[in-house]
């Protein structure tokens, strides 16, 4: 008896939890298109933030060869300005995305990418400006 | 026996796809129809023979409606990406979406210096599941990929239910673990953002091989545990260690019912295991993929992080004080009747807080973000265990079929 009593209680508990889970992600996914604000690392599947940087990105398609090594560089602070560049990788998944702030992208990156922010080096040049970004080809000598 | 061969299908799959790479053979739709029919076909051929002809449990009951329930809205939520685990967009889903663009693994892509994010020394049985559904489907599609996770979460219940019924619990006993544990795995999996985890397979492996943990060791249950263990180490990188806790604990009890070494249990538990851990870490090596972090000196300080860190996460709000079972372990190793599926849980927990004890990164939060998904890989099967453990001794059991695989 005491074993039932139990496995009742767990039960209940367990349903209260998992009502309460399902009520807070349908509330949570009907205002998500609210959610104006949060850090990369806060960004999920259908958010503003979201289709905004995958706004920037659709364009590189139509100039950028597959298979091309895109550096790619955004204003978030250093922390979060991870999470903004795997975004952006998961985006273009047929191109090896590097982030601009590793030491190794420079000598491999064919292009560059610049989401909310201007970059200035006499080594890239702008070919296209896209909504929200730029791109740039990378000079080699 | 049902969800050790869906795993069996999975391990040979992969296998197949690592040795298209091996031989530089794009993965053509075409030619993963033809390797998914001759699956089809080989599994046909060699089923086993039922005595009678298959059709659903007759002793269906409340608890199994309550999973169905708890499966649904997970999985329905799933679908909307937004309970989508950010780890998905940060590497699984990268790699899936890459190795489909590719038609293979990418292994330079991975050997990338910028791509120690990815985890590229990761086994990829998920983002090549990823990778064929984008091809057989004509584009990659987020949905498409969540559904995994619900495959796997019904594949973990189908196995919570095959150990309970052969292990004889009451009717009571077994429809209200059903419902427990899955509303406690689908309440986790929404608040704490599972969908697309690779914890799933993980958690599927340990629970695929509870069934045949939990009765005397035989051929079949050898094989069981052997795919099971050959799934884990096919999906995470933990998974091999969970491999080889597995067939560990299965060879000895098997030494223990012989008074010898068997060497044919030997072979039917490595192999499977040898399949997909050789070629996983020849490919490793050739490409350079290891990583550093993985591993480093011990370091008994960091128990005053590690501490804090495990109780916080024990006590996370999307457990909803359910975490607390990953304690259970320990009283669970004094019952004769889960012993094996304690020792597993106990022994790969412990392997968990031997890596915080070792590994070079930031051990707060490396506690933080990845115990609580441990947790997730251990706790269905303990739950399991526990109710087993907890049914009293004499009374008449529900009706247990044959072994359950």
């Known amino acids: 008896m005491l074993r039932k009593t139990i496995l009742g209680f767990a039960l209940a508990g367990a349903a209260l939890a998992f009502l309460a889970e399902m009520g807070r992600a349908v509330g949570e996914y009907d205002r998500r298109e609210r959610r104006i604000g949060g850090r990369p690392e806060e960004w999920r599947a259908g958010m503003p933030q979201v289709a905004r940087l995958e706004r920037c990105l659709a364009g590189v398609r139509a100039t950028v060869p597959a298979g091309s090594v895109v550096a790619f560089e955004s204003p978030a602070p250093d922390g979060a300005r991870f999470f903004a560049w795997r975004w952006a ?32 080096d006499p080594r890239i040049e702008l070919i296209r400006r896209l909504p929200g970004c730029r791109l740039y080809r990378v000079r080699r000598p | 026996m049902k969800v050790a061969g869906a795993l069996a299908g999975l391990v040979v799959f992969h296998v197949l796809l690592t040795l298209l790479d091996v031989l530089g053979i794009p993965w053509h739709p075409a030619l993963l129809v033809a390797l998914l029919l001759g699956l089809s076909g080989l599994a046909w051929r060699f089923r086993p023979r039922a005595p009678e002809t298959p059709r659903l449990p007759s002793d269906l009951g409340w608890g199994d409606g309550v999973a169905l329930f708890a499966l649904a809205g997970f999985t329905l939520l799933a679908l909307t990406s937004w309970t989508a685990i950010p780890d998905f967009f940060y590497h699984w889903g990268v790699k899936g979406a890459r190795f489909a663009a590719v038609r293979g693994t990418d292994y330079a892509f991975l050997a990338q210096p910028w791509n120690w994010a990815i985890h590229p020394d990761y086994p990829n049985l ?63 999996g929404i608040g704490h953002l599972m969908a697309g985890a690779a914890d799933w397979m ?47 604990v299965q060879l000895v009890r098997n030494v223990a019912a012989e008074r010898r070494v068997p060497w044919r ?94 590994a070079p990164v930031d051990t707060g939060f490396y506690v933080l973000s990845s115990f609580p998904r441990l947790m997730f890989q251990v706790i269905p099967a303990i739950l399991v265990a526990a109710i087993v453990a907890t049914e009293p001794s004499g009374k008449t059991p529900g009706k247990s079929e044959r072994p359950a695989g």
Not at chain 1, 97 to 111: G, H, I
Not at chain 2, 128 to 143: I, K, N, P, W
Not at chain 2, 224 to 244: C, N, Q, R, T, W
Not at chain 2, 282 to 304: E, P, Y
């Open chain 2, 126 to 188: 998920l983002p090549e599941l990823y990778a064929a559904t984008a091809l057989l489907s004509g584009g990659f599609e987020e949905a498409g990929m969540m559904l995994w996770s619900g495959v796997f979460f019904a594949l973990l219940l189908a196995g919570a239910r095959s150990a309970l019924r052969q292990a004889g619990v009451e009717r009571f006993s077994l429809q209200a673990g059903m419902a427990l544990l899955a509303l406690v795995l689908g309440a986790f």
């Open chain 1, 89 to 120: 990788a998961y985006l273009l998944p047929e191109y090896d995305v590097a982030p601009l702030s590793d030491s190794r992208t420079a000598d491999a990156a064919q292009y560059l990418v610049t989401y909310a922010v201007r970059v200035e």
């Open chain 2, 202 to 248: 993980i958690a599927l492996a340990v629970m695929a091989a509870v069934p045949p943990l939990l009765r005397p060791p035989d051929p079949a249950g050898d094989l069981a545990v052997a795919f099971a263990a050959a799934f884990a180490a096919a999906s995470k990188i933990e998974g091999v260690p969970l491999a080889g806790l597995l067939v560990l």
């Open chain 2, 265 to 358: 249990a030997a072979l039917r538990l490595g192999l499977p295991v040898a399949a997909v851990v050789l070629p996983w870490l020849l490919q490793a090596i050739r490409h350079g993929l290891l990583q550093s972090t993985n591993s480093g000196a011990f370091d008994a300080s960091r128990a005053a992080l590690i501490g804090p860190a495990l109780w916080e996460t024990v006590n996370l709000a999307t457990w909803h004080g359910f975490g607390w079972a990953v304690l259970l372990p320990l009283p669970l190793l004094f019952s004769r009747k889960v012993r094996p599926v304690a020792a597993v849980a106990a022994l790969l927990l412990l392997f968990d807080l031997y890596v915080y004890f070792t």
